[in-house]
């Protein structure tokens, strides 16, 4: 078997036998192969596609292409949550603790912040003296005792994808269904949990803006995940405007905390309450919707979802006391408020261009070298279908300088459309998929 071969094959789109599958992953996991005959393959994937035994056959060996976490010494199912990634996303800091105080058994691991979007772990570590990276052994006593912990993934787990994840990012290979499935999949099936809950999002700030193909990816997910042996639901979320109102790592966590306490409302703690109730359907937990929404409410009500947080913050070796007090958290030297400065009906965001705003404020990585700066980012202070007067605040910066400020704002105002016409507001569901197949919702639940 030669990496010329399987391309050829591929390229006549022809379908690939496991065991030239398991060549490729191990030819990207050891690199064995040129990066030029990885590129040639990886477009002829994008360009003719897989079958769903294909993509199972591929996750599988990026799968075994570096270490598998055995979790199998915590007692009951280990239920993990992934998001396709997006601004303002903040549910893991919210759900993970809710879904622990009710019961759930949580070991994830998180990523970092990709491109425009956030991620837990950055955020996880602007808390002050946070640990994420534990050895399997800690994690495990970790959720032995408290049901809970987020941390990141060892450079070991499914070291195929990061070899083809980054060829892909520079060839225009990162929109390809099987590519995407088999790259989140492999982590997730490697990372030792016994179900996943999948967060895709659609719109202007998501991996795929198009609902069609948001729908057409979750499903892929639910089928290659069941026929690699774990029970995968997903939900088709909106990413029409940042989840959240906050935008930057230690902004984030305050907001989380926030919603922990009781403080806040709004569409971060309805998306969470839902993605939090399907960990619980997969853990076999309680029976109707309604009822799991209403045990995590209760939790939120009880206090015990944020004595939860602050016992992973304890246990991994941050301050729990940001959870009684968010001034502990970095804090910018220079907020201020803008304004909206017309009348009219907010109409659209560009999500993405929201995210990167934040990036450029130093939330988020412009090259992998970059430090971030926690404190940065800004709070949204408006949503999709608001009215506002010129004197509505737009958002509040928290930047390290004036100008980072000044250029931010810009940012903001260019990527936020006011227009005279009323405007409905974004939705929050659009689908849930499971084994069962798709079912699409209609309104904003
Ligand atoms: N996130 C991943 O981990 N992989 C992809 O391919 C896309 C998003
Ligand atoms: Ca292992």
Partial sequence: MTMLEIIEKKKLGRELSREELIFLAQAAARKTAPDYQLAALLMAIRLNGMTDRETTDLTLAMRDSGDTADLSAIPGLKIDKHSTGGVGDTTTLILAPLAAACGVTVAKMSGRGLGHTGGTLDKLESIPGMRISLTEEELIR?????????????ARLAPADKTLYALRDVTSTVD????????????????GTDAIVLDVKTGSGALMRQLEDSIALAYAMVRVGHLAGKPVVALVTGMEQPLGTHIGNALEVREAIDVLAGRTEGDLLTVSLKLGGCM????????????????????????AGLRKLKEMIAAQGGNPAVCDDTGLLPQAPFVRTALCGQEGTIQAMDTAALGRAAQAMGAGRLSLEDQLDYSVGYILKVRIGDRVTPDTPLCELHAKTEADAARAEAAIRAAIRIGKEPCARARNFYAVITEDGIQRIGENA
Wanted: zero cysteines; glycine letters at 8%.
């Fill in 142 to 154: 970790q959720v032995r005792e408290i049901g809970l912990a987020v941390v990141g993934q060892t």
């Fill in 176 to 191: 390809s269904l099987p590519l995407i499935v088999s790259s989140i999949l492999s982590k997730k099936l490697a990372a």
């Fill in 280 to 303: 619980m359907l997969l853990a076999g937990l309680v029976s109707s919707p309604e009822e799991r929404e209403a045990r995590m409410r209760e939790a939120i009500a009880n206090g």
